[in-house]
């Protein structure tokens, strides 16, 4: 059983800053792609970004591109989205996500899904 636990997330004014963490467990974790993707009320679940096995290979939503920053620490099994420059259409519960492949994916072909940390942003 593979784990995927996001935290971090929380209430904060526009203009400010969040940093979320997924730390992935499990007896079966194979370290890969890894992703994050957000869910708005009302709204179907969007991408947002996703980091390549190395981290090397990044990519994002055009909506938060320059301001949210996905990386990892494969020694800790850790993938972070640091979120810059808040918007009030950032609210949404945010989602980790993580391939058994080594390629990055903005699609919803991912193998394993956390639980979600929600993020408020007040205008």
């Known amino acids: 059983q593979v784990q995927l636990v996001e935290s971090g997330g929380g209430l904060v004014q526009a203009g400010n800053s969040l940093r979320l963490s997924c730390a992935a467990s499990?007896?079966?974790?194979?370290?890969?792609?890894m992703g994050w993707f957000r869910q708005a009320p009302g709204k179907e679940r969007e991408f947002v970004a996703t980091?390549?096995?190395?981290?090397?290979?990044?990519d994002y939503a055009d909506s938060v591109e320059g301001r949210f920053t996905i990386s990892r620490d494969n020694a800790k099994n850790t993938v972070y989205l640091q979120m810059n420059s808040l918007k009030p259409e950032d609210t949404a519960v945010y989602y980790c996500?993580?391939?058994?492949?080594?390629?990055?994916?903005?699609?919803?072909?991912?193998?394993?899904w956390g639980q979600g940390t929600q993020v408020t942003v007040s205008s």
């Open positions: 996500a993580g391939r058994n492949g080594p390629s990055p994916s903005s699609r919803n072909d991912y193998d394993y």
């Open positions: 499990g007896p079966t974790f194979r370290s890969g792609a």
């Open positions: 980091i390549s096995r190395s981290g090397g290979i990044t």
